[in-house]
């Protein structure tokens, strides 16, 4: 039986109230996930962890996979809204490699189950696909702004001109990315403690010794 959906997400007539049940129905798809992972968290578990019926949420999604890549969009759109303005307020080299680290980090400490839900929703998609299914390019797609802002700052005398942007911004992403499977089977890991350790190790490779 086909259910009638509301407005798409890009629809402008969709009301304050449908935006704000799809938002409500996110966060709770998120909590659900990041609490009994991802095979557990059926639509009807998610909708009652806000009191509302299963049908509402097929209201609004066309499915569990539909779903899924909003939850995923929505932690994207919110992690580069923390990020993005704190890494482009700084002017100097050293202080953007600093800041880019240690503002994906505590995004990713602050948002815990953020974080904990994409991994959960990405193995899901890796062993429904197979390996075929996954991108290889990936790393490198997540580096590539960091890429520019390496060179930018490489040309402005702001950071050694003798690493290679690409090989270096891959390794800064590479640290920052191995951190949300931690989360999601350590409770006890520390983001901190870690975020200092890798900061300080990517500050002196990257940084004009005077």
């Known amino acids: 039986m086909a259910v009638e959906r509301g407005p798409s997400p890009a629809d402008p007539e969709r009301t304050f109230i449908e935006t704000a049940r799809r938002a409500q129905i996110v966060a709770a798809a998120i909590d659900t996930i990041a609490e009994v992972g991802y095979a557990?968290?059926?639509?009807?578990?998610?909708?009652?962890?806000?009191?509302?019926?299963r049908g509402l949420i097929s209201y609004h999604f066309e499915g569990k996979d539909d779903l899924m890549k909003e939850v995923i969009g929505e932690v994207l759109a919110q992690a580069r809204a923390y990020m993005e303005p704190r890494i482009l307020a700084e002017?100097?080299?050293?202080?953007?490699?600093?800041?880019?680290?240690?503002?994906?980090?505590?995004?990713?400490?602050?948002?815990?189950?953020?974080?904990?839900?994409?991994?959960?929703?990405l193995r899901h998609r890796v062993a429904a696909e197979g390996l075929r299914g996954?991108?290889?390019?990936?790393?490198?797609?997540?580096?590539?702004?960091?890429?520019?802002?390496?060179?930018?700052?490489?040309?402005?005398?702001?950071?050694?001109?003798?690493f290679d942007p690409r090989a270096m911004a891959i390794a800064i992403r590479a640290a920052i990315d191995a951190v949300p499977p931690l989360l999601s089977v350590d409770a006890e890991f520390d983001i901190d403690a870690y975020a200092k350790e890798i900061t300080g190790v990517f500050e002196r490779a990257t940084r004009i010794d005077k």
């Open 91 to 121: 002017s100097t080299g050293t202080g953007m490699v600093r800041v880019y680290i240690e503002s994906n980090l505590a995004f990713m400490r602050e948002h815990r189950n953020y974080l904990i839900a994409v991994v959960e929703i």
């Open 40 to 53: 557990h968290a059926s639509l009807g578990r998610i909708a009652k962890r806000i009191g509302i019926s």
């Open 134 to 162: 996954v991108r290889g390019d990936r790393p490198q797609v997540a580096a590539r702004p960091l890429v520019d802002l390496l060179a930018r700052f490489q040309a402005a005398g702001e950071l050694r001109e003798d």
